[in-house]
Nanobody, 123 residues
Framework: RVQVVESGGGLVQAGGSLTLSCTFS????????MGWVRQAPGKEREGVLC????????YYTDSVKGRLTISRDNAKNTLYLQMNGLVPDDTALYYC????????????????WGQGTQVTVSS
């Protein structure tokens, strides 16, 4: 059974930074592409970033390019999301997940989800 522990969310002012992390167990971590999904208040879930199994290729939606960075450490079974230059529109519940295929564009392609961590950006 896959277990995921997310951490790192919080409240930050616009322009600030946060780092989210997810540690996975119960699977062979580097067998899977990984990604991050977010759900803003009143909106549908949106897949925003994903990374291939080796960590050599990444995919970003336009809304986060240049500000959010996905990475992974396969030796630690951990996925990261570095968030810089945060804006109020980044306020959302952020989920990490394994991905069916890289790149994952649809939310339906995200499989084993973390519990979610809240990021709130104040203006």
């Amino acid at each position: 059974r896959v277990q995921v522990v997310e951490s790192g969310g919080g409240l930050v002012q616009a322009g600030g930074s946060l780092t989210l992390s997810c540690t996975f167990s119960g699977l062979t971590f580097d067998d899977y592409p990984m990604g991050w999904v977010r759900q803003a208040p009143g909106k549908e879930r949106e897949g925003v970033l994903c990374i291939n199994r080796s960590g050599t290729r990444t995919y970003y939606t336009d809304s986060v390019k240049g500000r959010l960075t996905i990475s992974r450490d396969n030796a630690k079974n951990t996925l990261y999301l570095q968030m810089n230059g945060l804006v109020p529109d980044d306020t959302a519940l952020y989920y990490c997940a394994t991905v069916r295929t890289f790149p994952a564009v649809r939310v339906e392609d995200y499989i084993d989800w973390g519990q979610g961590t809240q990021v709130t950006v104040s203006s």
